[in-house]
Nanobody, 123 residues
Framework: QVQLVESGGGLVQAGGSLRLSCAASGRTFSSYTMAWFRQAPGKEREFVAAITWSGSNTYGADSVKDRFTISRDNAKATVYLQMNSLKPEDTAVYYC????????????????WGQGTQVTVSS
């Protein structure tokens, strides 16, 4: 069992930056693939980025490439999402997720989820 707690969300102006954190506890964090998803009001949950257990491979959605960076610190059992050049369309609840197998952009393949953190980008 893995428990995930996100933090770092908030209100920011367009063009600004935020860094989200997801702290994990429970089973061995370093063995899990980690990902970020987001869900805007009235929309389906959307994949943002994922990172392998070692951090050697990452995968990001086209909509956030070159703006968002996922990283992890296994010693701190934490995964991060650095978000730059934020746009109003990035407004959503951002969720951290974990799975035991490799990279995936499908939410149904992730076994563990955090409660989410709200990111609001004003124009």
């Amino acid at each position: 069992q893995v428990q995930l707690v996100e933090s770092g969300g908030g209100l920011v102006q367009a063009g600004g930056s935020l860094r989200l954190s997801c702290a994990a506890s429970g089973r061995t964090f370093s063995s899990y693939t980690m990902a970020w998803f987001r869900q805007a009001p009235g929309k389906e949950r959307e994949f943002v980025a994922a990172i392998t257990w070692s951090g050697s491979n990452t995968y990001g959605a086209d909509s956030v490439k070159d703006r968002f960076t996922i990283s992890r610190d296994n010693a701190k059992a934490t995964v991060y999402l650095q978000m730059n050049s934020l746009k109003p369309e990035d407004t959503a609840v951002y969720y951290c997720a974990a799975r035991q197998l490799g990279l995936s952009n499908l939410s149904i393949r992730y076994e563990y989820w955090g409660q989410g953190t709200q990111v609001t980008v004003s124009s």
